[in-house]
């Protein structure tokens, strides 16, 4: 399967910003979703993380409120809805699947399908 996103870009403080995941080769909800993000000379963080069986959405604590994740499900796309945008949310966003639950929840670097990633700035 190969993910694809797009809708990154450069926002002001307070803006908002959609980002998509687009896959191919396969079904995306039938997998474990994962957003993460990486700012420059920082560690990977989990901004969310959306089960097989949506029964579970976790948010990272410093998007919370502010971020929100839906399915596309006719467009084998997974969403992600950025409101309220800080300089401190510029990273490059990073869409990735997995079988497993925990493979996202502990960081995502074990997920099994990456995405190569779009790069998010939010600055005046």
Not at 6 to 19: A, D, E, F, I, K
Not at 44 to 49: D, K, L, N, P, T
Not at 81 to 100: F, G, H, I, R, W
Request: glycine fraction near 12%.
């Amino acid at each position: 399967m190969q993910l694809v996103e797009s809708g990154g870009g450069l926002v002001q403080p307070g803006g908002s910003l959609r980002l998509t995941c687009a896959a191919s080769g396969d079904t995306l909800d039938d997998y474990v979703i994962g957003w993460f993000r990486q700012a420059p000379g920082k560690e990977r963080e989990v901004v969310s993380c959306k089960s097989r069986d949506h029964h579970s959405l976790i948010y990272g604590d410093s998007v919370k409120g502010r971020f929100t994740v839906s399915s596309d499900l006719t467009n084998n796309a997974v969403v992600l809805e950025m409101n309220s945008l800080k300089p401190e949310d510029t990273a490059v966003y990073y869409c990735d699947a997995d079988l497993l639950w925990g493979n996202c929840i502990y960081g995502g670097l074990a997920m099994q399908y990456r995405g190569k990633g779009t790069l998010v700035t939010v600055s005046s």
